[in-house]
């Protein structure tokens, strides 16, 4: 008996590290991605396009195409400018030029195919776009009046919304479901107005407005609407917080404020995959791509 | 209430310290970056780092309209790389006076020691002082003082914004060798944009 418990103090570890050996390897719950030699530098907007991440960079002067897998340049394409907002509809790409002030098209293959709207097309600082198929309308955030612009297809303006309510508005997502639409404001902290999501109909309704004191945001940019929640990645927080899009209340975040893999130094947007439910984010100091698998699900 | 009464008597002390907010510029009132109420991290600073507070608004996709990036050399430079960040060369706070008796503009330089004289930590040359008082001739402005002024005002001292640090360019060093005619009474960010990491 003594023998066999000998025995088996031996042999028992040996099996428990043979297991070990044998099991596969923890999954990585955040994956980085985007940063080589000639890639990203300073990646600001980010849309979907298939298996196809569109992202800008504020430094390179180019749009990236990034496989969501690999996080990997598949191509890219210069921009005589710094693009910000980017979209994706019709086969086209959608960029807002913010040196030349307009919205310009570009074919997957990079090709310059002119400017929204016609050759003049309209003077605009596209800080942000958001896409509703269904309703054919491009949304924009235009930094030079404070306003929301809303485009068809062709790029000719349909609705602009103004409302005193807007201050320094930064990003845009929209509830294609409810019709809503999500305006990021930075507010005026001398002018006694904070950090707010305005949440709008279509038409330019006020219908409520989500509290930065109260979810704990102050430099909201880019978001991604998701299962009912928004998505909203904050500049200095280093954080993407997850809204319940009714009330405002924080639900989860995603990521610290750091540069190691996982963590953000100035995230400026982010995008939820349809299928995956994985975040897409715009790490923009350590100029990469964030990848935070399952991060657009729910607890 | 005790810990209004605490609060208070910290930012008021913080306020009157030496080597804090004196003057704030109209654009950067004290809650643009404290949060007085809830702050997660030091100096009532929400966790972060200085150059990600400054590039939530100054940089790509923030609300300023004064574009700014920190400062690297260019990517076919024979040099080793750097980073050189905002607080390197300018105080959030205020516009400090110079060793010259002039007070600075674009927030450049900082105090850092007793003097109260705004000075810049250099890469290389140490602790300098630095006077930046005009944008230089391209807004009709005078040279004097400028970003590099090739020492117009002979006093035997380098100390424009973007002379003072520099050694090894090949022009508008912070000492006499050298070429100082490069583009003299232009602007040096005219073509060196802030917004562009100074790379040309």
């Known amino acids: 008996m003594k023998c066999f418990l000998r025995q088996g103090a031996v042999i028992l570890p040996v099996l428990l590290a043979a297991g070990f050996l044998f099991l596969p390897p923890p999954s990585r719950a955040v994956e980085t991605g985007g940063r080589s030699p000639g890639d990203l530098a300073s990646p600001v907007r980010i849309a979907e396009m298939g298996d196809l991440l569109i992202v800008s960079d504020y430094r390179e002067k180019a749009v990236f195409l990034l496989n969501k897998l690999k996080l990997k340049s598949v191509r890219s394409f210069p921009v005589k400018g710094a693009p910000l907002a980017v979209a994706y509809t019709g086969g086209r790409i ?154 405002g209340s924080l639900a989860k975040t995603l990521g610290s404020f750091g540069a190691e893999p996982g963590q953000l130094m100035l995230p400026l947007d982010v995008v939820i ?27 | 209430m005790k810990r209004c009464l605490i609060l208070i008597a910290v930012v008021a002390a913080a306020m009157i310290s030496p080597g804090s907010a004196k003057a704030l510029i109209a654009a950067h009132q004290c809650n643009y970056c404290h949060a007085v109420h809830g702050a997660a991290g030091s100096a009532l600073l929400n966790d972060t780092q200085a150059e990600t507070l400054c590039m939530s608004c100054h940089g ?31 105080d959030p706070h205020d516009n400090g006076g110079n060793w010259l008796g002039g007070s600075n503009i674009r927030l450049t330089g900082s105090r850092q020691d007793a003097t109260g004289y705004a000075r810049i930590t250099t890469p290389n040359s140490g602790v300098r002082e630095v006077v930046f008082e005009s944008r230089g001739s391209t807004a009709g402005m005078p040279t004097l003082h400028s970003f590099a002024d090739a020492d117009e005002d002979a006093n035997g001292y380098y100390d424009g914004v973007c002379e003072t640090c520099h050694t090894l360019t090949k022009f508008h060093r912070n000492s006499a060798a050298g070429s100082h005619n490069h583009n003299t009474g232009d602007t040096c960010v005219r073509c060196h944009l802030h917004a562009s990491n100074f790379v040309k």
């Open chain 1, 94 to 247: 959608l960029v807002g030029n913010e040196t030349e002030k307009r919205i310009e098209m570009y074919n997957p293959a990079g090709n310059n195919l002119g400017v929204f709207g016609g050759s003049r097309g309209n003077r605009i600082l596209a800080r942000d776009m958001a896409m509703d198929e269904r309703s054919d309308t491009l949304f924009v955030v235009d930094g030079l009046d404070r306003t929301v612009k809303l485009f068809d297809r062709e790029g000719t303006l349909i609705q602009t919304i103004m409302s005193r309510d807007i201050v320094n508005p930064a990003g845009i997502a929209i509830d294609a479901e409810r019709s809503e639409l999500y305006v990021s404001d930075y507010g005026d902290p001398s002018l006694k107005n904070p950090a707010l999501v305005h949440v709008f109909d279509y038409s330019g309704n006020l219908r409520r407005a989500l509290s930065g004191q109260r979810a704990g945001f102050s430099r909201p940019q880019g978001m991604s609407f998701s299962e009912d929640h928004l998505f909203l990645a904050d500049g200095v927080l280093g954080k993407v917080l997850v809204l319940d899009s009714s009330s």
């Open chain 2, 60 to 90: 790509p996709a923030g609300i300023s309209t004064l574009k700014a990036e920190v400062h690297l050399n260019d990517r076919n430079s024979v040099y080793p790389a750097f980073r050189i960040t905002c607080r390197t060369c300018h």
């Open chain 1, 273 to 299: 995959d349809r299928l995956t439910k994985d975040a897409y984010v715009t790490n923009n100091r350590p100029g990469r791509i964030e990848r935070f698998p399952g991060g657009g699900l729910l607890p």
